[in-house]
């Protein structure tokens, strides 16, 4: 009888739902040792000048090359991260990479590049001055503000508390810039964007999908890159998949695209022989 209590207790878990929860539990185990067993990789993709066609910029995205598993998904995993805390050391250390990098590039290839680093909504709330010991490590690389962007999203603005504004301020005191990443996708209210200093909008890449003369995307496209542009912001374009995609954005106005069309993210090393080839 006690036996068949204790199943009956979890008796509302289907299996599916018990294998999932395991399988999260043992990968938030493997991501305790993952940094320490240098499994994590920075990869690059490029955001491209759409007057010029000029790389002045690439995003930064995080890779987990699991040794049973292969490659894992931020999408998988970083929310894996900001359950169990470690978020804080990853960014970190995704911070210490880009730097690394950032000033490689800054150096060789274009002496205003830049590059962005994503936060999570936990991540950029975190206590303390960790952006007062960034602006340290760069200004030990001889290193200014501008060289990063830090990517967040919209959410993060409508329910601003004061613990965000302050982060915002301390970035701007830094010199850091500030990207609101996957515009469109939450409650695209603009109000917000006169209250904080934000330098870049991302359009999210549902938006340019679905761009064709005269659709509604189009529209939409269009309104938010006159609008950003009367508040100061530039403009970057997600997902650029097609040279069509690619035209109608830059004949639109918006500043930058990043997607496929261009190149898909790569590992640093990588990154830096196309700067290097042209
Ligand atoms: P995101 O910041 O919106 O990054 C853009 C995502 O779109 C990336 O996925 C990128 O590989 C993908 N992408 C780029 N161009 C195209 C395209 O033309 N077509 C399509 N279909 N996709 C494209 P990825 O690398 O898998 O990253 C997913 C998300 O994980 C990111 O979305 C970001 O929110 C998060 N993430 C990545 N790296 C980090 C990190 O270091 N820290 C944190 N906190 N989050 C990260
Ligand atoms: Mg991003
Ligand atoms: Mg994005
Ligand atoms: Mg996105």
Redo the contacts with the bound molecule.
């Keep these: 009888a006690a036996k068949g209590a204790g199943r009956n207790r979890y008796s509302h878990f289907t299996p599916t739902l018990q294998v999932a929860a395991l399988s999260r539990m043992r990968l938030t185990n493997d991501l305790r040792g993952a940094l320490k067993g240098r499994q994590f990789e920075?990869?690059f993709?490029p955001i491209v000048d759409l007057a010029s066609g000029a790389i002045t910029k690439a995003?930064?995205?995080?890779?987990w090359n699991h040794p049973q598993r292969g490659v894992v998904?931020?999408?998988e995993f970083?929310p894996l991260?900001?359950a169990s805390g470690l978020?804080l050391e990853?960014?970190d250390w995704?911070f210490h990479e880009a730097a690394r990098w950032v000033r490689r590039w800054r150096s060789e290839h274009h002496a205003e590049f830049q590059v962005s680093?994503?936060?999570?909504p936990l991540?950029f709330q975190r206590e303390g001055d960790s952006y007062q010991r960034w602006l340290r490590h760069l200004e030990s690389l001889q290193l200014p503000g501008q060289s990063l962007v830090v990517?967040i999203?919209e959410g993060l603005l409508l329910d601003a508390n004061s613990t965000v504004s302050d982060k915002l301020l301390q970035l701007r005191d830094a010199g850091i810039q500030v990207a609101l990443?996957?515009f469109g996708t939450g409650y695209s209210s603009l109000s917000y964007l006169k209250k904080f200093d934000i330098d870049y909008l991302?359009i999210?890449?549902s938006f340019?999908?679905n761009l064709a003369p005269d659709s509604s995307d189009m529209a939409l496209s269009e309104a938010i890159i006159v609008m950003a542009h009367k508040l100061g912001l530039k403009v970057i374009a997600?997902?650029?998949?097609t040279p069509e995609q690619r035209d109608l954005l830059a004949a639109a106005g918006c500043d930058y695209g990043?997607?496929?069309?261009?190149a898909?993210?790569m590992p640093a090393e990588e990154f830096d022989l196309m700067l290097r080839s042209g």
């Design positions: 920075l990869y993709q995003e930064a995205l995080i890779r998904s931020p999408l970083i991260a900001e978020i990853i960014g995704v680093i994503n936060q999570s991540e990517e999203t990443d996957d991302k999210d890449r340019t999908r997600e997902g650029v998949e990043q997607g496929y069309l261009f898909r993210p």
